[in-house]
């Protein structure tokens, strides 16, 4: 058995047995982990009002190479993640979790993942338009995961998108126009202005797109693209995306 520390973003926390809270939680150094914290369920656990989802903490936890279970034995807040009485960031912030529990390697260095949730985290706690947060997080999440298309240029003709694109249906991939037919594509038609905000995500900060938002229309376009993506990969969609869209839906 071996004592490891470490900075960690909390992804989930569910109830494990009386007592006992079981959380996964994402570190820079070691990747995705799940821990057993055992009384944090007692009144007066040492990790009372610590382990919130998107929380960054300083964890210390036991592990042994014949288990998957860690033992989390030690907790303290670094930074708390408070959506107050908004209810958006709230959902917002279970989906970015949801996200991360879904792409995330177990036990694999994260550290640029973990630099990603934990500046989104940090810039939605400061109050950054959560739509734009999320577009910004979704494609680097799937261009991490190594499954998001160029949207520079096309991988058939290596021309550039100057007039959009299509998704193609079979792999969610990227065609230009001219290359549809030649490929026996069929898929959605991407924009050009969609092309050309998923660039700027890719180049540019989140501050400097805060600066300069693109167009709602234009972000619900990228939300799009990303979902088809996703679930083209994943078989299925996140469900912590599902209920976010569908409680905002049915508010008044």
């Known amino acids: 058995m071996r004592q490891l520390a470490a900075s960690a973003i909390v992804l989930e926390v569910v109830d494990l047995g009386e007592r006992d809270r079981l959380v996964t939680f994402l570190t820079a150094e070691h990747g995705k982990k799940r821990?057993?914290?055992?009384?944090?369920?007692?009144?007066?656990?040492?990790?009372?009002?610590?382990?919130?989802?998107?929380?960054?903490?300083?964890?210390?936890?036991?592990?042994?190479?014949?288990?998957?279970?860690?033992?989390?034995?030690?907790?303290?807040?670094?930074?708390?993640?408070?959506?107050?009485?908004?209810?958006?960031?709230?959902?917002?912030?279970?989906?970015?979790?949801?996200?991360?529990?879904?792409?995330?390697?177990?036990?694999?260095?994260?550290?640029?993942?973990?630099?990603?949730?934990?500046?989104?985290?940090?810039?939605?706690?400061?109050?950054?338009?959560?739509?734009?947060?999320?577009?910004?997080?979704?494609?680097?999440?799937?261009?991490?995961?190594?499954?998001?298309?160029?949207?520079?240029?096309?991988?058939?003709?290596?021309?550039?998108?100057?007039?959009?694109?299509?998704?193609?249906?079979?792999?969610?991939?990227?065609?230009?126009?001219?290359?549809?037919?030649?490929v026996g594509a069929r898929g959605d038609r991407v924009a050009a202005s969609v092309l050309a905000v998923i660039a700027r995500i890719n180049r540019e900060s989140l501050d400097a797109l805060t600066e300069s938002s693109p167009t709602s229309s234009v972000l619900l376009q990228v939300e799009k693209l990303c979902a088809r993506v996703r679930r083209a990969f994943l078989g299925h969609e996140l469900r912590s995306y599902s209920v976010m869209h569908q409680t905002l839906r049915d508010l008044p």
């Open 35 to 182: 821990g057993a914290a055992r009384g944090a369920r007692g009144k007066f656990s040492r990790f009372a009002g610590q382990l919130q989802p998107l929380a960054r903490i300083h964890l210390s936890w036991f592990e042994r190479d014949d288990r998957d279970l860690v033992r989390i034995s030690e907790s303290s807040v670094e930074r708390s993640f408070s959506s107050g009485d908004q209810l958006e960031r709230l959902l917002l912030g279970a989906y970015l979790a949801d996200s991360v529990v879904a792409f995330a390697q177990e036990n694999d260095e994260s550290a640029t993942l973990f630099r990603l949730l934990d500046m989104v985290a940090d810039r939605l706690v400061r109050g950054v338009e959560p739509r734009l947060a999320a577009r910004y997080f979704e494609v680097w999440v799937l261009r991490l995961s190594g499954i998001f298309p160029v949207p520079q240029f096309c991988p058939s003709c290596e021309r550039p998108f100057s007039d959009g694109a299509v998704l193609v249906d079979h792999d969610a991939g990227l065609v230009c126009l001219d290359c549809t037919g030649s």
